[in-house]
């Protein structure tokens, strides 16, 4: 799932500022960099992907076999 897999992505680039020492007021900058880029490309808001990519994340953490299921589907 495309919004689950950019919050992956956030977490790696919050990971990779903090090994090089950036400073922690800028912490939220990779989110905020990477739902714009989705928001300009979906043409919607980039806090409408932000909670879309919640939404994303909570389908697939906290409901796994729907998901499983979802996927099954979209495949055939």
Do not use: N, Y
Request: glycine content about 4%; cysteine-free; overall charge positive.
């Amino acid at each position: 799932m495309l919004l689950a897999d950019a919050v992956d992505l956030v977490t790696d680039r919050i990971a990779q500022r903090r090994q090089s020492g950036r400073r922690v007021r800028d912490a939220d900058l990779p989110l905020r960099e990477v739902s714009a880029e989705l928001g300009a490309a979906m043409r919607v808001s980039d806090r409408t992907v932000q909670r879309r990519m919640g939404d994303a994340v909570a389908v697939v953490t906290r409901f796994p076999a729907t998901m499983r299921a979802w996927v099954r589907r979209t495949r055939s």
